[in-house]
């Protein structure tokens, strides 16, 4: 297992940490490509990278980018859409090219030719440099949930009720308003970027941090299949890291 823990014992530590990687990625790759995640955990390390390039420390004029997933049934313009959720949080505020964001088409009336669009602009790019993801409480990395393909590609993947209470808080805690399908990145495309950076805090996370890292490998635990990977970073704070046995 190459499964480098990095733990930090501060939120400003942890968010230097992460912009650090994405930032030397960026630095070096001629063409970068960037998988990039939605949700509570990345924003601090989004707006770290934005300072640095109103600071002029970074430029993202050459990265293209694909985003691990998108709900079902939302207009781009709903402010929880991961389309409107990436230019507010990232894309607006810095200088990657519009023409190289991309996104799963979650508007499409027919998912599976939105899926198969997305796959072709991924065999199109070629290796992914750096996947940056996050963690599920029951395991799953972009929305790829428990029992899904480990060779699996993007496709229309029917959200846990479990994942929908968990982001029920970012539609006014309403379960009805969750969407209950998205677009996501299939495990196999994911296992295939060069390096991957797994973002977790706070001590939620850490029982499925546990499990995905120091349980077996099982589609059960999606995350679990990044014990199989060559080279992952898994960035925790000290509650995240709290239930992992110690080397």
């Known amino acids: 297992m190459s499964i480098k823990f990095d733990v930090r014992t501060s939120p400003q530590a942890w968010t230097q940490a992460a912009a650090d990687i994405v930032c030397q990625t960026v630095r070096d790759n001629e063409r970068p490509v960037l998988v990039l995640p939605t949700g509570g955990t990345p924003v601090p390390m989004y707006a770290e990278l934005v300072r640095r390039y109103r600071a002029g420390e970074i430029s993202f004029q050459k990265v293209t980018s694909f985003n691990l997933d998108e709900y079902v049934g939302l207009e781009r313009s709903h402010p929880e859409s991961y389309y409107s959720f990436m230019h507010r949080n990232f894309f607006d505020a810095v200088d990657v090219p519009a023409e190289n964001i991309h996104l799963p088409d979650g508007r499409s009336a027919h998912p599976d030719e939105a899926c198969a669009a997305y796959n072709a602009m991924l065999d199109e790019v070629g290796a ?104 992952v970073v898994v960035l925790l704070d000290e509650g995240a890291a709290s239930l992992l046995e110690k080397a």
């Open 128 to 231: 992914v440099d750096l996947a940056v993801l996050g963690i599920g409480h029951n395991g799953h990395i972009g929305f790829n949930e428990p029992g899904a393909d480990p060779a699996g590609r993007t496709h229309c993947e029917t959200l846990s009720l479990q994942t929908r209470q968990a982001n029920a808080r970012f539609f006014e805690d309403d379960l009805d308003k969750v969407p209950t399908h998205a677009l996501t990145m299939g495990l196999g495309d994911i296992l295939k970027a060069k390096k991957i950076l797994l973002l977790a805090n706070g001590e939620a996370k850490a029982a499925i941090i546990r499990k995905a890292f120091q349980g077996p490998v099982t589609r059960e635990v999606p995350c679990s299949l990044l014990q199989n990977h060559p080279n």
